[in-house]
Protein backbone atom coordinates (compact mmCIF):
# COMPACT_ATOMS: atom_id res chain seq x y z
CA UNK A 1 0.00 0.00 0.00
CA UNK A 2 0.96 3.05 -0.83
CA UNK A 3 0.65 6.75 0.44
CA UNK A 4 -1.50 7.37 -2.69
CA UNK A 5 -3.95 4.53 -1.40
CA UNK A 6 -4.83 6.47 1.48
CA UNK A 7 -7.87 8.63 2.35
CA UNK A 8 -6.80 12.13 3.94
CA UNK A 9 -7.50 11.40 7.38
CA UNK A 10 -5.77 8.27 7.18
CA UNK A 11 -2.76 10.35 5.65
CA UNK A 12 -2.73 12.82 8.61
CA UNK A 13 -2.61 9.78 10.94
CA UNK A 14 0.69 8.85 8.99
CA UNK A 15 2.16 12.32 9.16
CA UNK A 16 1.32 12.35 12.58
CA UNK A 17 2.93 9.09 13.17
CA UNK A 18 6.13 9.98 11.70
CA UNK A 19 6.80 12.57 14.47
CA UNK A 20 7.03 9.58 17.16
CA UNK A 21 9.62 6.65 17.72
CA UNK A 22 6.64 3.83 18.48
CA UNK A 23 6.77 -0.08 19.64
CA UNK A 24 3.54 -1.93 18.91
CA UNK A 25 3.87 -5.11 19.67
CA UNK A 26 0.77 -7.33 18.80
CA UNK A 27 -0.51 -10.15 20.60
CA UNK A 28 -3.12 -12.39 18.26
CA UNK A 29 -6.52 -12.54 20.61
CA UNK A 30 -5.35 -9.82 22.96
CA UNK A 31 -7.96 -7.25 23.80
CA UNK A 32 -6.37 -4.84 25.83
CA UNK A 33 -2.75 -3.04 25.51
CA UNK A 34 -0.59 -2.08 28.54
CA UNK A 35 1.91 1.07 28.95
CA UNK A 36 4.42 -1.77 27.91
CA UNK A 37 2.96 -3.02 24.68
CA UNK A 38 2.10 0.71 22.77
CA UNK A 39 5.06 3.35 23.81
CA UNK A 40 5.21 6.65 21.80
CA UNK A 41 7.49 9.17 22.72
CA UNK A 42 7.76 12.79 20.81
CA UNK A 43 11.13 13.12 19.11
CA UNK A 44 11.61 16.66 20.10
CA UNK A 45 11.98 15.08 23.58
CA UNK A 46 15.07 14.05 23.10
CA UNK A 47 16.49 16.61 21.37
CA UNK A 48 15.67 19.00 24.35
CA UNK A 49 17.40 16.72 26.63
CA UNK A 50 20.63 16.50 24.72
CA UNK A 51 20.30 20.37 24.70
CA UNK A 52 19.71 20.57 28.28
CA UNK A 53 22.97 18.96 28.93
CA UNK A 54 24.59 21.81 26.98
CA UNK A 55 23.15 24.64 28.73
CA UNK A 56 25.19 25.62 32.27
CA UNK A 57 22.02 27.29 33.66
CA UNK A 58 19.50 24.20 33.46
CA UNK A 59 22.45 22.27 34.85
CA UNK A 60 22.88 24.36 37.75
CA UNK A 61 19.01 23.60 37.99
CA UNK A 62 18.69 20.24 38.05
CA UNK A 63 21.64 20.42 41.04
CA UNK A 64 19.36 22.22 42.47
CA UNK A 65 16.81 20.47 42.38
CA UNK A 66 18.33 16.86 43.64
CA UNK A 67 19.66 18.55 46.20
CA UNK A 68 16.57 20.08 47.94
CA UNK A 69 13.31 18.54 48.33
CA UNK A 70 11.31 21.63 47.35
CA UNK A 71 11.82 23.31 44.11
CA UNK A 72 9.61 24.24 41.57
CA UNK A 73 12.16 22.46 39.18
CA UNK A 74 12.18 18.53 39.18
CA UNK A 75 12.94 15.72 37.20
CA UNK A 76 10.85 14.20 34.77
CA UNK A 77 10.21 10.50 34.14
CA UNK A 78 12.15 10.53 31.02
CA UNK A 79 14.95 12.69 32.84
CA UNK A 80 14.03 15.97 31.27
CA UNK A 81 14.36 19.06 33.57
CA UNK A 82 10.95 20.35 34.58
CA UNK A 83 9.85 23.79 35.86
CA UNK A 84 6.33 23.19 37.42
CA UNK A 85 5.01 20.46 35.38
CA UNK A 86 6.44 22.05 32.18
CA UNK A 87 10.14 20.59 29.88
CA UNK A 88 12.21 23.12 30.46
CA UNK A 89 13.73 24.51 26.78
CA UNK A 90 17.03 25.83 26.35
CA UNK A 91 17.85 29.10 25.25
CA UNK A 92 19.01 27.19 21.75
CA UNK A 93 17.53 28.87 18.85
CA UNK A 94 18.27 26.20 16.29
CA UNK A 95 15.89 23.66 18.88
CA UNK A 96 13.14 26.76 19.70
CA UNK A 97 12.76 27.03 15.24
CA UNK A 98 12.26 24.01 15.53
CA UNK A 99 9.66 23.55 17.75
CA UNK A 100 7.84 26.53 17.27
CA UNK A 101 7.96 25.50 13.34
CA UNK A 102 6.35 22.46 13.98
CA UNK A 103 4.08 23.83 16.01
CA UNK A 104 3.17 26.34 13.29
CA UNK A 105 3.58 24.11 10.29
CA UNK A 106 2.97 20.66 11.26
CA UNK A 107 -0.05 18.47 10.42
CA UNK A 108 -2.07 18.67 13.25
CA UNK A 109 -1.80 22.91 13.74
CA UNK A 110 -4.68 24.46 13.11
CA UNK A 111 -4.23 28.18 13.47
CA UNK A 112 -6.86 29.88 15.28
CA UNK A 113 -4.61 32.89 16.49
CA UNK A 114 -1.66 33.32 18.74
CA UNK A 115 -3.46 32.49 22.17
CA UNK A 116 -4.26 28.78 21.15
CA UNK A 117 -0.69 27.96 19.83
CA UNK A 118 0.66 29.40 22.37
CA UNK A 119 -1.81 27.25 24.97
CA UNK A 120 -0.94 24.28 22.71
CA UNK A 121 3.32 24.57 22.90
CA UNK A 122 2.64 25.81 26.70
Not at 28 to 40: F, G, I, Q, W, Y
Not at 64 to 85: A, K, P, V
Request: contains cysteine.
Amino acid sequence: MTQKDLNLRQRRWLELLKEYELVIDYYPRKLTLSDNELKAKPLFLKQIYEAQKCDNELQARRVQCESTTYSDYQIGSDDCLMFQGRICVPKNSELIQEILHEAHNGCLSVYLGSIKMYNDLK
